[in-house]
């Protein structure tokens, strides 16, 4: 039980389970296999970060690089899922939705309502997102809030290995279209991960750590990020309830408001910019359905209103870290009025 | 190995083949020009943009298809619906919003749509078919079935990039996919002699290393000839074929077009090269088919059509517990 | 060197992958006299809140970790002697052993070694703990019941490894075993810890079932009298007519952990023990591939209708080992009256603050029956 291995290694492992699962899985994407037409090796990379790596021998023809042509294969990813494949396109970075949002979010999320529910579409859009590898403006956003406010997707960010495994099998086996978000900065990051198969499902939130002061709500990498803060704010006796609530659509709104109910307080922790992001829907939801059990005012820790600054020192102050979680939440414990 | 279906050679359909395909344009026709008339009278509802005119591209195309295959449409699209087998009644139902119709009133017009019959449905996105066509001939290349996709889209999606990066991965990927680009002279109102800066939109193809094809649109052998070359070339394992359809529509862009900006090529096309008096010209004198069965068949389209309009507007509407079903398959 | 009077609290292992526990709560004061059984602490993990029970009797002179803390496992966390030591002994030991924690110095005190063979076709995770062969000393083997696995034994396996070898095992089905369970019959199931035994060459082991695993023990000992030594019965499945078939549908169905925690609240006398986490670990097994057709099979076993499906106490009637049976009073899932059927046969331990996980709620009273029965009953 206790084999501990990386983001990037569950990630991969999923991959190779539900391919092996279900032969209508394949992989689509730029440079998937890496180095297609190319004089040397044909799986040269696995994708640039190398999720893919190794599936290229082991399951041929089910692999597939793509031209640098996200509308193209992003669509056509779509386009099978309609047709009995389930495929898993890797939109390299987040970032390059832009490129290709379309078949997205009119395509793919439309279909069932459109098609008066007769449309099933399996799809995957693996993507990278968040920031913290000095990858500047273009390359290190954190987006999933514009997935989220489109009906017809689901949304995941998985916050550990164990998260990225099991809910990358539910969303490969999940019946509705997927935006599958990663964050970069974590493909390294270890953690116990079974070996065998399972899914986790969605629209269930991760109860990190149980504590009766505050509620923390962190999405993605923010949940590594409020746990570490929940540390040190144990440290000072404050017991801080951290919730992860894995997808952002649908989102596991019951839990988050167990827990304001019984802790009073609540603070947000989201990666993304500050307008329409999950820190405004959470604090909207809590403050409507909640009100009556808030002891103080919700606070959101957010990034700032800006693109994503390449210098170090710039965006080492961009990402919200432990220090800004613990200062909100003290702020929110220590709230009179 | 690839299965490959026994295509008739164009111009070697059989009796019945032929009467399948001109009850096919002259249900489009009919359909069509319901729609209009009774557009006029206010009781559909949104925006209606209507194929009449393009008969012989979507049957004649559409005529060597089957259960396998899939096409994906374009804001014009109850022709290519009613081509690839959609219910002309359901459609209808459709297009009035009501319950019965073939999206249960939640897609309209301008998106009917039959999964079941390889119908993607026609889209409100300019050039939102192609790459879905990508996809489902990779589909039917993955399962090894011998189906195509096809592709139809106007010029005006002939400039977009999704339509462009689609005919590229086609080619790179060696796919089962045919792009039919029907040419009707105008993208909304803007003609295609300006907005599409080659000559002739198959010119393309040699761009994306594939055969560029162009024919006439108003006649269904020429349609069929070409797109069953293509279809067979692409059944077994020849890659994808783009296919320029030129013609003229009948209507405006969408139902209420004045269309100040057009000539009097309509008058012209109805009177000299419809489609339909063409292809009954062409099998009465040849004596492949009698003129009075071609007059059964439009007698029994225009009883159709007629009850197609009388049960859409009988039928309910959808009703609140409808709005927010169909979403998620769960969720 | 350290007068062998004093004695050292140590950080326990619960469980394989536990490094360090935090310390929570002090429960004794410095100067109580403790005995052998007492709650001194409660302490932490990643995995699970438990309270260390006392093996060591004397006066509690010093505390080395505070609250909040985070204690190496084998690291000292109080200090046990006679009134007779002296401070300055004490306090030298004090000081000693917060040095050994700040260095790091603190080696892992060999917790349970995982490790797993085939029986029937199926992979048997195990886990074994303790520095006296099975050669030397008959080893006790601990089965678990119905959607558990072999950590739930560790309070129990830790205390019990002094004098013997310690295994649990994962039935198939859970753990971290193979998922298909076959028919799911008892038979399966009792012959596939025969089978253990035969994979590791255990010639005679003392058995200690829970639940399930008490009805799977009694089956063995009925089957293969020659190879048990004695038999420890945990609020056994299989004695007298009364299951909460609802908690067992329930435990099942849960496909969420907001569906499985009322659930588990079932299987304590104290609810505040079905924490959120316990439910989330839980779910961690529910959700591997395989899991729910297990459990749904195995449900098939266990019921009869509402009825339990399971008949123990015939089978118990050919079983000559030594016997002890342990109950707690707030047992929800099999009620304590079950014990009636055991009227005659044995003296029922009934423990008045513990539910249905008699050995996670008081494992040093389990602890002592199972060493009773062990002892020859």
């Known amino acids: 039980m206790a084999r501990t291995i990386s983001y990037r290694e569950a990630l991969n492992e999923a991959l190779r389970q539900e391919m092996h699962r279900d032969s209508s899985v394949i992989v689509m994407g730029e440079d998937n296999a890496g180095g297609a037409g190319a004089p040397g090796a044909d799986d040269a990379w696995g994708g640039v970060l190398g999720v893919t790596k190794g599936l290229y021998h082991e399951f041929p023809g089910r692999v597939l690089d793509t031209p640098i042509s996200e509308s193209a294969f992003v669509g056509a990813a779509i386009g099978a899922a309609t047709r009995g494949m389930r495929p898993v396109a890797e939109l390299m970075f987040i970032d390059f939705m832009g490129v290709c949002f379309d078949q997205i979010f009119n395509q793919a999320a439309k279909f069932r309502y459109m098609f008066g529910g007769k449309a099933v579409t399996p799809v995957v859009i693996r993507t990278m997102y968040g920031a913290g590898l000095r990858a500047a403006a273009q390359h290190s956003q954190s987006l999933y809030p514009i997935f989220t406010t489109v009906p017809g997707l689901k949304v995941v960010v998985p916050s550990s290995p164990y998260e990225a495994k099991g809910l990358l099998a539910q969303a490969i086996r999940d019946d509705d279209p997927v935006i599958f978000c990663e964050h970069k900065a974590m493909y390294d990051a270890v953690g116990e991960v079974p070996e065998e198969s399972y899914t986790i499902p969605f629209g269930e939130a991760n109860i990190v750590r149980e504590g009766e002061d505050v509620t923390i709500v962190a999405f993605g990498r923010m949940v590594s990020v409020a746990a570490q803060a929940a540390d040190e704010l144990a440290a000072s006796g404050v017991q801080a309830d951290v919730l992860d609530p894995r997808t952002t659509s649908p989102l596991d709104t019951e839990s988050i408001l167990e827990s304001v109910e019984n802790t009073g307080r609540l603070v947000v922790v989201d990666e993304a910019t500050p307008r329409c992001n999950l820190a405004t829907d959470v604090a909207a939801l809590v403050a409507k359905e909640a009100f009556g059990a808030l002891r103080a005012p919700i606070e959101m820790v957010t990034a700032p209103h800006t693109p994503v600054p390449f210098s170090d020192a710039l965006e080492d102050l961009y990402i919200p870290d432990a220090q800004r979680v613990v200062n909100a939440t003290k702020s929110v414990v220590q709230w009179q009025r | ?331 | ?377």
């Open chain 2, 1 to 331: 190995m690839t299965e490959t279906l026994s295509t008739p050679a164009a111009g070697e359909l059989n009796a019945e083949g032929l009467l399948d395909a001109y009850r096919t344009m002259r249900t489009i026709r009919v359909f069509e020009e319901r729609v209009h008339d009774e557009f006029a009278t206010g009781e559909i509802p949104g925006f209606v943009h209507l194929y009449a005119g393009e008969e012989a591209s979507a049957t004649g195309v559409c005529s060597h298809l089957d259960a396998r295959d899939s096409i994906a449409s374009t804001h014009r699209g109850h022709g290519h619906c009613i081509a690839k087998g959609v219910d002309p009644v359901e459609m209808m139902a459709e297009i009035y919003g009501k319950r019965t119709g073939s999206c249960h009133g939640k897609g309209g017009s301008m998106h009917i749509a039959d999964l079941s019959k390889g119908m993607l449905g026609a889209n409100g996105i300019v050039g939102g078919g192609p790459p879905l066509i990508c996809g489902t001939a990779l589909a039917a290349k993955q399962q090894n079935n011998g189906g195509v996709g096809v592709a139809f889209f106007g010029d005006g999606a002939s400039n977009q990039g999704t339509t462009l990066e689609s005919l590229n991965l086609a080619s790179v990927w060696n796919l089962p996919a045919i792009f039919v680009a029907e040419n009707n002279g105008y993208a909304e109102a803007t003609a295609s002699t300006w907005s599409v800066a080659a000559d002739n939109i198959a010119d393309r193809a040699a761009g994306f290393g594939m055969p560029g094809v162009i024919v006439d649109g108003f006649d269904f052998f020429a349609v069929h000839e070409a797109a069953g070359e293509a279809i067979s070339r692409a059944r077994e394992g020849g890659g994808p074929t783009l296919i320029e359809v030129k013609f003229t529509r009948y209507f405006g862009h969408f139902e209420g077009d004045q269309q100040a900006y057009r000539a009097d090529e309509v008058a012209n096309a109805r009177d000299k090269l419809d489609c339909l008096k063409r292809f009954r010209a062409r099998v009465t004198e040849s004596g492949q088919l009698e003129s009075s069965a071609l007059d059964t068949v439009d007698s029994e389209v225009a009883a159709l059509i007629e009850s197609a309009v009388t049960e859409a507007k009988a039928a309910p509407k959808p009703t609140g517990v409808d709005l927010e079903t169909d979403v998620y398959v769960s969720y």
């Open chain 3, 1 to 377: 060197m350290t007068d062998e009077r004093i004695e050292r609290v140590t950080m326990p292992k619960w469980g394989l992958s536990m490094q360090t526990g935090k310390l929570t709560e002090w429960l004794v004061a410095e100067g109580d006299v403790i005995t052998s059984g007492d709650d001194l602490a409660e302490i932490d993990t990643d995995k699970i809140a438990g309270t260390l029970e006392s093996s060591w009797a004397g006066v509690l002179r010093k505390f080395v970790a505070e609250v909040g803390d985070d204690v190496p496992v084998g690291g000292t966390i109080a200090v046990i002697a006679p009134p007779e030591v002296p401070d300055a002994e004490i306090d030298t030991l004090v000081e000693q052993a917060r040095e050994e924690i700040a260095s790091g110095a603190i080696e892992d005190a060999g917790g349970p070694v995982a490790g797993s063979v085939e029986v029937g076709g199926r992979n048997i995770r195990y886990t074994s703990l303790g520095s006296v062969s099975p050669a030397e000393a008959d080893p006790v083997v601990l089965v678990h019941g119905y959607g558990g696995d072999g950590d739930s034994w560790l309070f129990v396996q830790e205390p019990l490894s002094a004098e013997r070898t310690a295994y649990t095992i994962d039935l198939p089905g859970h753990g971290a075993s193979t998922k298909e369970v076959g028919d799911g019959s008892l038979r399966m199931l009792a012959d596939t810890v025969l089978g253990f035994l035969d994979a590791l060459e255990l010639e005679r082991a003392h058995l200690v079932g829970h639940s399930l695993g008490g009805a799977i023990v009694t089956a063995v000992a009925a089957a293969a009298p020659e190879r048990v030594a004695s038999l420890s019965l945990i609020a056994p499945a299989g004695f007298g007519d009364q299951i909460n078939a609802d908690y067992l549908r329930g435990f099942a169905s849960a496909g969420s952990r907001r569906e499985l925690k009322p659930h588990l609240t079932a299987l304590f006398a104290d609810p505040a023990q079905a924490t959120r986490k316990l439910a989330d670990d839980l779910m961690k097994f529910k959700r591997l591939d395989g899991v729910d057709k297990a459990l749904s099979t195995l449900l098939g076993t266990l019921l009869a209708g509402d009825a339990p499906g399971i008949d123990a106490a015939t089978l118990l009637e050919q079983v000559t080992a030594p016997l002890a049976v342990v109950w707690g009073r707030a047992d929800q899932v099999l009620p304590v009256a079950n014990a009636e059927a055991l009227a005659g046969r044995v003296e029922v331990r009934v423990l008045e603050a513990a539910g249905h996980m008699a050995h996670m709620e008081q494992p040093a009273e389990v602890v002592a029956e199972v060493r009773r029965a062990i002892g020859g009953g």
